[in-house]
């Protein structure tokens, strides 16, 4: 019964989390003069796995909330224009741009608390529903699931919680 409980509070954190991710994934950039989110620009011949040569944001199919699990935490990354950050479960939030670097879809992000789990990423594929990113350091690739309208992507891995 405790796993159960266990199981459903971080059923409830992770909805919880999704529904922020899509509040903060339809916020404006306040003001930092980036109109790399607006449709005319998002979709301004970007392919699918690379942004078209030159550009400077991320491809309109790398934007949105991207949901996995890691080490029995969920973890979202999301991509609004030229932004991107990272949170997962536990509290860490990390900040930081996307976008095209030599042909290649790079993240870059910065953790406050220090953290280097994520802080530089290459984009490996990329489409409608599942994202694959290989992150310097120890995480190496992780695939994430699109998460659309606020809600959990099904078929996410679960993990057995340690009593």
């Not at 999704?18 to 620009?41: E, H, R």
């Not at 950050?85 to 536990?90: K, L």
Request: aromatic share 2%.
């Amino acid at each position: 019964m405790t796993t159960a409980s266990a199981r459903v509070r971080g059923v409830a954190l992770a909805a919880g989390l999704v529904g922020a991710l899509a509040l903060t994934a339809c916020s404006g950039s306040g003001g930092s003069g980036d109109n790399a989110s607006s449709p005319a620009s998002a979709s301004s011949g970007a392919s699918a796995r690379t942004a078209s040569p030159g550009g400077t944001g991320a491809s309109a199919r790398l934007q949105g909330s991207w949901i996995t699990t890691a080490d029995g935490k969920i973890v979202a990354l999301v991509v609004t224009g030229k932004q991107a950050g990272v949170f997962a479960t536990g509290g860490t939030v990390c900040s930081g741009t996307a976008g095209a670097e030599d042909g290649m879809q790079m993240i870059h992000l910065t953790c406050p608390g220090g953290g280097k789990e994520r802080t530089t990423g290459m984009v490996d594929s990329v489409d409608d529903t599942t994202l694959k990113v290989t992150w310097s350091g120890k995480t190496g690739q992780e695939t994430y699931t699109k998460a659309e309208g606020g809600k959990l992507p099904s078929g996410l891995p679960t993990v057995p919680v340690k009593q």
